[in-house]
């Protein structure tokens, strides 16, 4: 079992930075691949960024290539996202998901969902 709470959402002007922590419980985070999702208002649930246990392989949605930085730090248990360039686009609740395993870009194959944390971006 693993518990995770997201933080560091908030209202930034677009081309803005944010960074998005996810906190993770238990003993085992390294065990895990942390994906970061996001919904936006009418929209479904869709893969932002990926990254594997050790930290060593990341994959990202394409519209966000070169402004988000996923990124994990194992022994503080914690997943950040650094999100710089900031588009009205991406407005939307984010949401930290882990799962054992290869990663995957599809929600129902993660077990484990943190709260979500809202970022707007204001034109």
């Known amino acids: 079992q693993v518990q995770l709470v997201e933080s560091g959402g908030g209202v930034v002007q677009a081309g803005g930075s944010l960074r998005l922590s996810c906190a993770a419980s238990?003993?085992?985070?390294?065990?895990?691949?942390m994906t970061w999702f996001r919904q936006a208002p009418g929209k479904e649930r869709e893969f932002v960024a990926a990254?594997?246990?050790?930290?060593?392989?990341?994959s990202y949605k394409d519209s966000v290539k070169g402004r988000f930085t996923i990124s994990r730090d194992n022994a503080k248990n914690t997943l950040y996202l650094q999100m710089n360039s900031l588009k009205p686009e991406d407005t939307a609740i984010y949401y930290c998901?882990?799962?054992?395993?290869?990663?995957?870009?599809?929600?129902?194959?993660?077990?484990?969902w943190g709260q979500g944390t809202q970022v707007t971006v204001s034109s």
């Open positions: 990254i594997t246990g050790s930290g060593g392989g990341t």
């Open positions: 238990g003993r085992t985070f390294g065990s895990y691949v």
């Open positions: 998901a882990a799962r054992r395993g290869a990663w995957t870009p599809y929600v129902y194959d993660y077990d484990y």
